[in-house]
């Protein structure tokens, strides 16, 4: 069945470091959907993705959608402790579209 | 949190007994999600439903039950039968259908059960 997968499982980094975690999917994605959940919290919708190659910024965070919509990139520029959490990419379920199929995620950890 | 309540934040239960977990919605949202996260993994889908009145199971329905008779209303029921009810449960709906830029979920806050 559909797939989507996400490396690394985990990543710690020097405060101020960049980072990046990458999402590839066994199919071809409609759209692509980014989530951040903070230790304790709820997953918060980011941002989403639709065009082929398309990237989009918020901030220091770096979002990339792949020419062939099966993959996707987040990349965050002078990581911050504020950056702590675990990072979700989703993407929709490829025949009903009444789902979407989250990625298992990146948990970031930032050491001050 | 984005006009989705969960109720109660934290429940504890003896092994063996139902428990009813609440998730309303004020956003007008067609379709709702169950989800279930254990320590350090991530989201499983129990139940969706994109309509009042209809609902379909997810990858881990077992054990557990839903209904939706009202749009803004989608309880969760874990069940006796359910082996490791132990979990974070999340709620979330969505604008619905398959329209692209509708399926964004928004999440609510979460209820942490424990079963004693």
């Known amino acids: 069945g559909q797939q989507v997968m996400q490396i690394p499982q985990y990543q710690h980094v020097q405060e101020g470091e960049d980072f990046t975690t990458y999402c590839n999917s066994s199919t071809t994605l409609s759209n692509i959907q980014w989530y951040k959940q903070r230790p304790g919290g709820h997953p918060v919708f980011l941002i989403q993705?639709?065009?082929?190659?398309e990237v989009k910024k918020q901030k220091r965070l770096t979002f990339q959608f792949g020419e062939a919509k099966k993959n996707s990139s987040l990349h965050i520029t002078a990581t911050q402790t504020t950056d702590v959490g675990t990072y979700f990419c989703?993407?929709?379920?490829?025949?009903?579209?009444?789902?979407?199929?989250f990625g298992p995620g990146t948990s970031l950890s930032v050491i001050p | 949190d984005g006009g989705i309540t969960q109720s109660p934040k934290y429940l504890f239960r003896k092994e063996g007994q139902n428990v009813t977990l609440s998730c309303e919605q004020n956003?007008?949202?067609?379709?709702m999600y169950w989800y279930r996260q254990d320590p350090g993994q991530g989201l499983r889908l129990i139940y969706y439903?994109?309509?009042?009145?209809?609902?379909q199971k997810g990858d881990i329905a077992e054990g557990y039950s839903v209904s939706r008779e009202k749009k803004e209303s989608f309880p969760l029921t874990v069940t006796s039968a359910q082996k490791n009810p132990t979990a974070f449960y999340l709620c979330?709906?969505?604008?619905?259908?398959?329209?692209?830029?509708?399926?964004?979920?928004?999440f609510g806050p979460g209820t942490r059960l424990t079963v004693l």
């Open positions: 956003l007008n949202h067609d379709a």
């Open positions: 439903s994109q309509i009042v009145n209809d609902f």
């Open positions: 993705l639709v065009k082929s190659g």
């Open positions: 989703a993407g929709p379920e490829e025949t009903s579209y009444d789902k979407v199929i």
């Open positions: 979330a709906s969505s604008p619905g259908l398959a329209v692209v830029g509708t399926d964004t979920q928004y």
